[in-house]
């Protein structure tokens, strides 16, 4: 089967001549600018680029310096009759060039180059796959130390289901105990599902999960009602403002999961600040419903910034496992919405999720 190449070149003679003399050999794609073969390459996964340098609008050095940052394993050949020691330069430091090929080419050298090329790129896609192997080999060794601290928490909560079933069975009477009973049993549910979450991480794919309509001002709620009882959270210092009352597609124990993590984290962001607040906010813009959890703490520098998404990165020590926000994303993302972040070093940090609204029933 014949391997696909991409050349670029803006003299039709030259196309013309390279169809020619490789057609046999591989299915050519042809482009006579930079635009064009990028436009291309958006719909076509081409292992090996071969481009002139001179090109008018976009040199064949300028357009592998954006090819390399969106396409790292696509291998890129350069053609130039032109003897330029600082374009040869550029071509090996801004655009990792594969290979530097003067003009005119003879087809048993130029055939030799692209033959390494294909197998430089098929090295580069094998070596990427391995890399990934050791991720998640390294995902699976963290995970086990992640599921013993949570099993080790979950047996703290365990304890107290006797005291929370003689609650229920002998204080009907106590609407306070009855509601303490049943956050507990909530707090233990919720706590349950992180472990299944934090087992899951290791799969390349997030499972499926049941959604349905939610109001969200009530998944807000109840998990700040939750709140209460986390002593790691400053509970007095946690401000929430519903300006609207939007209703999503999604599943509460995951939402809830989310806003959780980043309350936690904005938290700790603000251990210590006397005037220390956290910010929940639930708006709406248009079509989608808005959800931002904003701290006035100790914000991120940007090498910290850089690495927000990283699985298992924290800045937290043993604190935290680095799950949390990697999983969030991951979990906003399964509910077609997204995630982004703000933050100035010293002045605070601010998460904001977006989810689709479902549109009234009456409407």
Not at 123 to 130: D, H, Q, W
Not at 181 to 200: C, G, N
Not at 331 to 342: D, K, P
Request: hydrophobic letters at 40%; one cysteine or more.
């Amino acid at each position: 089967m014949k391997r696909d190449l991409l050349y670029v070149d803006d003299e039709s003679d030259n196309v013309v001549v390279f169809e020619a003399a490789f057609e046999d050999d591989f299915r050519v794609f042809t482009a006579s600018s930079g635009r064009e073969a990028l436009e291309i390459l958006e719909q076509h996964p081409i292992p090996v680029v071969v481009s002139d340098q001179r090109m008018p609008e976009m040199t064949g050095v300028e357009m592998f310096a954006i090819m390399r940052r969106r396409y790292p394993h696509i291998q890129r050949i350069i053609l130039t009759g032109y003897t330029d020691p600082d374009g040869m330069i550029d071509a090996v430091n801004q655009g990792q060039v594969f290979h530097f090929v003067k003009k005119p080419w003879e087809r048993p050298f130029l055939h030799s180059v692209l033959i390494r090329a294909f197998q430089a790129h098929d090295l580069a896609v094998t070596n990427s796959a391995l890399t990934d192997q050791l991720i998640l080999s390294d995902r699976l060794a963290l995970l086990g130390q992640a599921t013993a601290r949570l099993a080790h928490e979950m047996g703290n909560h365990l304890c107290l289901l006797p005291l929370v079933e003689y609650v229920e069975d002998n204080c009907g009477n106590n609407p306070d105990l009855l509601s303490l009973a049943r956050l507990s049993r909530e707090s233990l549910q919720r706590l349950t599902d992180m472990v299944h979450e934090v087992k899951s991480f290791s799969h390349v794919q997030q499972q499926d999960f049941v959604k349905q309509p939610l109001p969200l001002a009530e998944v807000v709620h109840e998990l700040v009602s939750f709140l209460r009882f986390d002593k790691t959270v400053p509970f007095r210092q946690v401000f929430v403002e519903i300006k609207v009352e939007p209703t999503v597609l999604g599943n509460k124990v995951k939402l809830q999961q989310i806003l959780l993590n980043l309350i936690k984290n904005a938290a700790h962001a603000i251990r210590g600040k006397i005037d220390g607040r956290v910010d929940v906010t639930l708006a709406a813009d248009g079509s989608e419903a808005l959800i931002r959890v904003a701290d006035n703490g100790c914000g991120m520098p940007p090498e910290v910034q850089a690495r927000v998404w990283e699985p298992f990165f924290t800045t937290k020590g043993e604190e935290g496992t680095g799950l949390g926000l990697d999983v969030c994303r991951r979990l906003i993302e399964a509910h077609a919405g997204r995630i982004t972040f703000e933050s100035t070093p010293q002045s605070g940090t601010v998460f904001e999720m977006r989810l689709p609204r479902l549109a009234p029933a009456n409407a």
